[in-house]
């Protein structure tokens, strides 16, 4: 069996797929990967995703230069998640400017952001390009 086969594909062809730095353990980010995106991050060590949003594949990096290098890949037991441990370039994942997508936190009942930015998103993309 094709080790592309024992991932459980939903039924647009995709895999949530979540980048965890292999140094800190930090949850950097959540997207998603089909077939294409997951091949391509195993042959070239540099993680790919599918953009929903833009229906298209999506090299990370490609445009703020935040590539990812991917040092291990693994699938949980329903086939269903991919978690990559990569070492984040510039050490900012999120189209924000921040170090991880995932910073807001809830306090009591409000989120609270508790990342500061970075670096200016401004800065980082040229002509208003998303993550």
């Not at 070239?44 to 445009?63: T, V």
């Amino acid at each position: 069996m094709n080790w592309l086969d024992e991932v459980r594909w939903d039924e647009k062809g995709l895999v949530t797929a979540i980048a965890q730095d292999a140094k800190t353990q930090r949850v950097l980010m959540v997207a998603y990967m089909n077939r294409e995106a997951l091949t391509l991050t195993a042959q070239s060590g540099i993680a790919h995703y599918f953009s929903r949003s833009r229906q298209k594949l999506w090299k990370k990096g490609e445009e703020s230069g935040h590539l990812q290098t991917v040092s291990e890949l693994r699938l949980d037991c329903d086939g269903d998640v991919i978690v990559l441990q990569i070492e984040q370039a510039g050490g900012i994942a999120c189209h924000t400017g921040r170090e991880s997508c995932l910073y807001r936190k809830l306090v009591g009942e409000a989120w609270q952001i508790t990342d500061p930015v970075l670096k200016d998103p401004a800065a980082i993309y040229q002509a208003g390009h998303g993550h």
